[in-house]
Nanobody, 125 residues
């Protein structure tokens, strides 16, 4: 079992950058595929991106491709979401999630068993 804690959210102007972190507990972090999702008020949870167990493969949702980058440090048990060129429509609560079953990154929230509490990102215009 793994516990996840996000940090790094906040208020930023459009065009700015933020880096979110997701720290995990437990001895087997490297066995989890990690995903980032976000949810804006009144909207469904959206897949932002994911990263493979080794960090060698990353995948992104269409709305963030070219602007966001996911990385992980298995020694530190942490996954990161670097967000550049932020837009007001990126405003949401951002969640990290972990999956150990499938072994590949998927953009389906129901696939992930463990979730952080979320961190708010607000982008002002």
């Amino acid at each position: 079992q793994v516990q996840l804690v996000e940090s790094g959210g906040g208020l930023v102007q459009a065009g700015g950058s933020l880096r979110l972190s997701c720290a995990a507990s437990g001895p087997t972090f490297s066995m989890y595929v990690m995903g980032w999702f976000r949810q804006a008020p009144g909207k469904e949870r959206e897949f932002v991106g994911g990263i493979s167990r080794s960090g060698g493969s990353t995948y992104y949702g269409d709305s963030v491709k070219g602007r966001f980058t996911i990385s992980r440090d298995n020694a530190k048990k942490t996954v990161y979401l670097q967000m550049n060129s932020l837009k007001p429509e990126d405003t949401a609560v951002y969640y990290c999630a972990a999956d150990r079953k499938l072994g590949v990154v998927v953009g389906i929230s129901a696939q992930y068993d463990y979730w952080g509490q979320g961190t708010q990102v607000t982008v002002s215009s």
